[in-house]
Nanobody
Framework: QVQLVESGGGLVQPGDSLRLSCAAS????????IGWIRQAPGKEREGVSC????????YYADSVKGRFTISRDNAKNTWYLQMNSLKPEDTAIYYC??????????????????WGQGTQVTVAS
């Protein structure tokens, strides 16, 4: 049974940093594209960042480029989203996701089969 469990969300001030983690069980991370998708209040879901299983290529939404970094630790079956210089507009529920698909399918078309339960990130002064 595939299970994804996020952690690391919270309430921070603008300019602060957070690191989200997603621990996977029930499958081996090596063959999966993984990523982070968020949903802000009243807005549609948005692919934040994804990393390919095939060549390690990455995708970042324009709104987070230069501030967020995605990484994966296949040995721990875990991936991360390091979020720096957080802004109020980053406030959202952040979901980790995994599937055997392209970065485009995951982060643009938002089609992954496996999702975490979501973790709230709130950026406010």
């Amino acid at each position: 049974q595939v299970q994804l469990v996020e952690s690391g969300g919270g309430l921070v001030q603008p300019g602060d940093s957070l690191r989200l983690s997603c621990a996977a069980s029930g499958f081996t991370l090596d063959d999966y594209t993984i990523g982070w998708i968020r949903q802000a209040p009243g807005k549609e879901r948005e692919g934040v960042s994804c990393i390919s299983s095939s060549d390690g290529s990455t995708y970042y939404a324009d709104s987070v480029k230069g501030r967020f970094t995605i990484s994966r630790d296949n040995a721990k079956n875990t991936w991360y989203l390091q979020m720096n210089s957080l802004k109020p507009e980053d406030t959202a529920i952040y979901y980790c996701a995994a599937d055997k698909m392209t970065i485009r399918a995951m982060c643009i078309s938002l089609l992954p089969s496996h999702w975490g339960q979501g973790t709230q990130v709130t950026v406010a002064s």
